[in-house]
């Protein structure tokens, strides 16, 4: 097994070719762990350390990357006109208990279900602050 780097050569090729046919990041972080496991064969790292540079190298490189990656592939979030409620204040129209659970806004215009942000009991005719949209519901706290 002295022409390990044929099969870390091979395995670059492998896992460039499955990344390129998927949608998705898949296999970039073995490629990656190959390519330092292809330098350790060539320094003349015998098996065992190319195969723990491999799993090192991908490892560390997924969790390094990931999550930023992951952060700019999904940003799937459609806005809507709803979204401009947010930070704005409201009236409550209906006492907001979360408890029973009732409570209306009205916020831009428009009547909203409103729940609130701390649990608390938030009196009719009071003034909201809009934080964020669940769903159809209005999540608001008590100036």
Known sequence: MTKMYILWAVAIVAFGFLEGITAQ?????????????????????????????FVAVSVLTLIATRPIIKKRLNSKVEKTNADRCIGQEAV???????LLPTGLVKADGKVWTARSSDKSIIPKDSIVTVEKIDGVKLIVSAK
Not at 34 to 53: E, N, R, W, Y
Not at 92 to 98: D, G, M
């Open 92 to 98: 409550v129209i209906e006492e907001i208990n979360n």
């Open 25 to 53: 990041l898949v296999s970039i972080w073995f490629v990656l762990g190959s390519i330092g496991a292809l330098i350790t064969a060539f320094a003349g790292g015998d098996i065992k350390l190319q195969l723990i540079v």
